[in-house]
């Protein structure tokens, strides 16, 4: 899929309602965009911490998909955390998503996300996720 396929495949999903945009996607490495708005604030005027999570999320799970081992179909998140160490009120954020290890069963994935007007880094985020294979049938 080319990059503007994938960003429509978002459309009508939590992706998409986000306004998450990919802009590289490739084997071991995601990139996403985020603009903030007033609808991605939590009530203290920050960029809510749900957001960041979701844009870091997001870009794992694209790389995930595209760095699936053979045979596998599809994979799910087994587990994420997150530091959040700064955040954005205005402007862009940017999400890089790196493979950490690809195995057979699970993929690690790091990303980073930070403010495009600043260059600080909002979050660090690592997740595992478990890959899923077609199921025999008895």
């Not at 999570?53 to 994420?80: H, K, N, Q, W």
């Given at each position: 899929m080319t990059i503007d396929e994938i960003n429509e495949s978002n459309t009508g999903s939590l992706p998409g309602l986000l306004g998450i945009r990919f802009t590289r996607v490739e084997h071991g490495h995601a990139e996403a965009e985020l603009a903030v708005r007033p609808e991605?604030?939590?009530?203290?005027?920050?960029?809510?911490?749900?957001?960041?999570?979701?844009?870091?999320?997001?870009?794992?799970?694209?790389?995930?998909?595209?760095?699936?081992?053979?045979?596998?179909?599809?994979?799910?998140?087994?587990?994420?955390?997150?530091?959040l160490i700064g955040t954005a009120r205005s402007g862009m954020v940017d999400c890089v998503a790196t493979l950490v290890h690809s195995g057979r069963s699970t993929q690690l994935w790091d990303a980073r996300v930070s403010s495009r007007d600043s260059g600080k880094t909002i979050a660090l985020f690592r997740c595992t996720q478990m890959i899923l294979y077609p199921r025999a049938v008895n």
């Open positions: 991605l604030m939590a009530p203290n005027g920050f960029l809510h911490a749900g957001s960041v999570v979701s844009l870091a999320d997001t870009c794992a799970g694209l790389g995930c998909v595209e760095s699936l081992p053979a045979g596998a179909e599809a994979f799910t998140t087994m587990e994420l955390k997150t530091n």
